[in-house]
């Protein structure tokens, strides 16, 4: 075989392994950023082909070159040991007979200067007798000759054997190869915007469910208080219009908290983010809380060298929310710290009640899930807490889990990159 074999066999292999779902099935990074940007998968799909063929021709070219080649150390080597021990007068018969056994032109003539390009008469010129040179500027061989005569020989035209052949199926086999992995890239790209547009109609559908649960407690205390306020006094009557203001009030808080979880589930990872103190973001957080859960001792004792970047609003929004929902199930104290590891930073949220089941750990990151309301001090929101808290994470290549805590409580865990 030739040195395009190995480069043939390695090809082939990468289409094989191309066309597996562990590439197509875009898990890989180039494919999610190809699905993700729209990018033109037909003008892909097409410079790939045309490399493969582009490489496959190039590799043919280099075949047919290195055959010719040594077809032509072939016909030195012969020369040589045709001519070798042969009397001047049958030089012609033997050049004859060469010409016809490997399908040459043969000229034999005495050695001049002016007969031969320069550089062919100074190759020629040093050949000791009866040994020959390959000319590959010209694709010729000369034969040095006694008594300064010189045999030239001309190849003819070059038949390929079975290494050409061979090497031909392996190109033809590739290109099959690079179709069919393309077309498995279109059925798995399908199929994955399939699975995302299904996963998105659930996602939206459950979105949807869960505003109109949320959406019907306010209402009816709204409704029940229009009905009842014909009928009451002075005194009665303001009561029930301060329910109705409260109702109105968190209506008013359920459309913010899901208009801001409408925008950033579609938001992309931030591009331009500021350096920032993570001490400085965490205390600003603790400062909102504290009031909220005056009965709650919040303690933090980050270091001054904890940065990140990132947006500060967001990441504050990230620790009062992480920081409510802990004051909210908390007996009487919270604490934050973290430690650094490599490009990292790992912040834990520690309170002191009673805990996450480990069946719910992943379950309260998702749209209107709620532990048990008995165990809450207050209403608990309106459920989007923590799910505002793993978008804003994610658009920071941060991410947000729940564990348990050394004093048996929740401990939730926020990793963000260094800045």
């Not at 480990?358 to 749209?367: L, S």
Request: hydrophobic share 45%.
């Amino acid at each position: 075989m030739t040195w395009a074999s190995p480069l043939f066999a390695r090809c082939a292999g990468w289409v094989i392994n191309l066309s597996s779902d562990r590439v197509l099935g875009f898990r890989s990074q180039a494919g999610r950023w190809l699905l993700q940007r729209g990018a033109p998968i037909v003008l892909v799909q097409t410079v790939i082909f045309l490399g493969f063929v582009a490489f496959g021709f190039e590799a043919l070219y280099g075949l047919q070159y290195e055959l010719f080649e040594g077809r032509l150390e072939g016909i030195a080597s012969r020369a040589e040991s045709q001519f070798k021990d042969v009397a001047a007068e049958r030089w012609q018969e033997q050049g004859q007979d060469l010409a016809e056994a490997m399908d040459l032109s043969v000229d034999i003539f005495p050695l001049d200067e002016d007969e031969l390009p320069e550089d062919v008469y100074a190759t020629v010129d040093a050949l000791p007798v009866l040994q020959a040179a390959v000319v590959t500027d010209y694709d010729l061989v000369y034969l040095r000759l006694p008594d300064n005569w010189v045999v030239e020989l001309e190849p003819g035209v070059i038949s390929f054997g079975v290494n050409y052949l061979v090497e031909l199926c392996l190109f033809l086999a590739l290109l099959l190869g690079t179709l069919a992995a393309l077309l498995a890239c279109d059925v798995a790209m399908k199929r994955s915007l399939e699975r995302r547009f299904d996963q998105r109609l659930t996602d939206q559908r459950d979105l949807l469910h869960g505003v109109a649960h949320e959406l019907r407690s306010p209402m009816a205390r709204l409704n029940f208080a229009l009905e009842m306020l014909p009928e009451l006094g002075d005194s009665e009557s303001a009561s029930l219009k301060a329910s109705m203001h409260k109702s109105l009030k968190d209506l008013d808080g359920m459309v913010a908290e899901l208009l801001q979880y409408a925008r950033l589930q579609g938001a992309p990872v931030l591009s331009v983010a500021s350096p920032l103190s993570l001490k400085e973001v965490v205390d600003t957080a603790l400062e909102a809380v504290s009031d909220i859960y005056p009965q709650i001792r919040f303690q933090s004792d980050l270091p001054e060298t904890f940065t990140c970047s990132g947006d500060f609003a967001l990441l504050v929004r990230v620790f009062t929310n992480v920081l409510r929902n802990a004051g909210r199930y908390a007996k009487g104290h919270c604490a934050i710290h973290g430690q650094q590891q490599g490009e990292h930073v790992i912040l834990y949220v520690d309170d002191d009640g009673d805990g996450i089941p480990p069946g719910k750990r992943e379950r309260i990151f998702e749209p209107f899930t709620r532990l048990d309301p008995s165990r809450s001090r207050d209403s608990g929101g309106v459920g989007l807490g923590l799910a505002i808290v793993q978008s804003i994470l994610r658009m920071h290549r941060g991410t947000v889990s729940a564990d348990e805590s050394p004093s048996g409580g929740a401990r939730f865990v926020i990793v963000l990159p260094t800045a």
